[in-house]
């Protein structure tokens, strides 16, 4: 069986994949003659829908030979989603969507058990069963961090073990620290499903070190903290887990009313703008009111004057 694949262009940036396949019975020989006959035997478009998330449950970094669960979801009624992974050319494999609490499309792809070795990259695509060979564009790619492949570096913060508690508003860096030679740090929160933060690694006095600074601190910071150490040849192999380092936020107000709701997010000033925009419309009514209630007793007394005169 003779095969050829081609890539069609087609417009709105999709792209699109088609397999063609000549059958023996199409092909040149003694009996058959010369024509050829090739028949269309599968095309896949991708780029017709809005892309999904793919995010990593619990935590993209996964410890040699653990398993985790990889998140595809979107707000796009999908009927199913497909998980690819990079470097193979057959879907890894392919779920039935599901409807999250949060109300969004999903599918739970179950990963395991991951080993330090091939590394592992992942997409998810989502597709209507109406249309099954129209996929969407692909998610953001997913790295799977495997860690536990040498030894662990230590966390701490400027003031020392143990974690701190930080008062909302303030400044604090969390130091990662070894002494074997680590060319990247990565700093996880437990809980968090995105990647972790990494910065390049810096030699001082006698060790490798990186400082990530947090400011300034708010409520959504505080939390579980591990960092992680890697190498420029082997970067998704991680060491082992720092012991946890707890940052706890205190004091997120100066100053709570009783029976008040504090504001919460970077844009609570919006809260006191619309307040005082309903205030002032207020008064302007109350104005208007009041100018109508004035002049309507103005002519109520001239009439009686002219009545009386």
């Known amino acids: 069986m003779g095969r050829a694949g081609i890539r069609v262009p087609t417009p709105c940036v999709s792209v699109c994949w088609a397999r063609i396949e000549v059958p023996p019975s199409a092909q040149p020989g003694p009996e058959r003659g010369d024509s050829m006959?090739?028949?269309?035997?599968?095309?896949?478009?991708?780029?017709?829908?809005?892309?999904?998330?793919?995010?990593?449950?619990?935590?993209?970094?996964?410890?040699?030979?653990?398993?985790?669960?990889?998140?595809?979801?979107?707000?796009?009624?999908?009927?199913?989603?497909?998980?690819?992974?990079?470097?193979?050319?057959?879907?890894?494999?392919?779920?039935?969507s599901q409807r999250a609490p949060s109300g969004q499309f999903q599918a739970l792809f179950p990963v395991g058990p991951v080993t330090p070795s091939p590394r592992g990259t992942f997409r998810c695509y989502g597709y209507y069963s109406r249309s099954p060979h129209m996929w969407s564009y692909p998610s953001g790619p997913l790295e799977l961090l495997v860690s536990g492949v040498s030894g662990k570096p230590s966390l701490l913060t400027q003031e020392g073990p143990?974690?701190?508690?930080?008062?909302?508003?303030?400044?604090?860096?969390?130091?990662?620290?070894?002494?074997?030679?680590?060319?990247?740090?990565?700093?996880?929160?437990?809980?968090?499903a995105g990647p972790p933060l990494h910065l390049r690694s810096k030699s001082q006095t006698?060790?490798?070190?990186?400082?990530?600074?947090?400011?300034?601190?708010?409520?959504?910071?505080?939390?579980?903290?591990?960092?992680?150490?890697?190498?420029?040849?082997?970067?998704?192999l991680l060491s082992q887990p720092s012991d946890p380092l707890e940052l706890r936020v205190s004091g997120e107000w100066p100053l709570t009313l009783p029976g008040v709701a504090r504001a919460q997010g970077p844009h609570w000033y919006l809260y006191v703008l619309i307040g005082a925009a309903v205030a002032f419309v207020l008064l302007l009514v109350l104005l208007v009111l009041l100018l109508v209630r004035h002049r309507r007793r103005g002519k109520g007394r001239m009439r009686g004057e002219k009545g009386r005169g």
């Open 162 to 192: 143990p974690g701190p508690t930080v008062t909302s508003g303030e400044n604090v860096t969390l130091r990662c620290q070894s002494l074997s030679h680590v060319d990247t740090f990565h700093l996880s929160k437990e809980g968090a």
């Open 37 to 96: 006959t090739p028949t269309l035997a599968a095309l896949l478009c991708l780029g017709f829908h809005g892309k999904p998330s793919l995010s990593a449950l619990p935590s993209p970094v996964v410890t040699s030979g653990g398993n985790v669960t990889l998140q595809c979801a979107s707000w796009l009624g999908f009927d199913r989603f497909v998980l690819m992974k990079e470097g193979e050319r057959q879907p890894s494999s392919t779920l039935d």
């Open 206 to 236: 006698g060790q490798h070190q990186a400082e990530f600074s947090v400011h300034p601190v708010t409520s959504a910071h505080g939390g579980t903290y591990r960092c992680y150490g890697s190498s420029s040849t082997s970067p998704y």
